[in-house]
């Protein structure tokens, strides 16, 4: 029985990917994660490589340590989203088919930063 139970456990892992998590923050992070059965870093980055390896990777959550406040990934979001409407139809497989994608960003503050309240974030998204 207990097989069974970390087999469950394997199955429903929680994908993440760290990006810019480097430096004493970054080890806090890692190191908390590492130590989780259900969670796994499955690929590390740099912010100019997320693009390409998101696909690759196919996380449920991507952790970002953004240490210049709203500057860089709050940007990027606003950026995004101001040029962009919140639903794009979108061509794929060179025409033969298509989605529709409707984003929705949304920030929700969180308060002061803990290894219990990380672990509770990821949990909760992924649910």
């Known amino acids: 029985m207990v097989f069974e139970q970390q ?3 394997r199955e429903r892992q929680i994908r993440v990917v760290l990006v810019e998590c480097k430096g004493l923050l970054g080890d806090l992070i ?3 994660l590492d130590r989780q059965v259900d969670i ?3 690929a590390e980055a740099q912010a100019m490589e997320l693009p390409g390896m998101l696909a690759k990777a196919q996380p449920d959550v991507v952790i970002w340590n953004s240490d210049d406040g709203d500057g860089f990934l709050g940007g990027w979001v606003e950026a995004f989203t101001s040029h962009v409407p919140a639903k794009v ?3 794929l497989e060179h025409g033969r088919a ?3 994608w409707e984003l929705r960003p949304t920030r929700t503050k969180l308060g002061e930063l803990s290894t219990d309240l990380l ?3 990821i949990r909760s998204v992924t649910r």
């Open 119 to 121: 672990l509770e974030t």
């Open 98 to 100: 298509g989605a529709l």
């Open 30 to 32: 890692r190191n908390t």
């Open 89 to 91: 139809f979108a061509t």
């Open 40 to 42: 796994t870093v499955v």
């Open 7 to 9: 087999s469950d456990v």
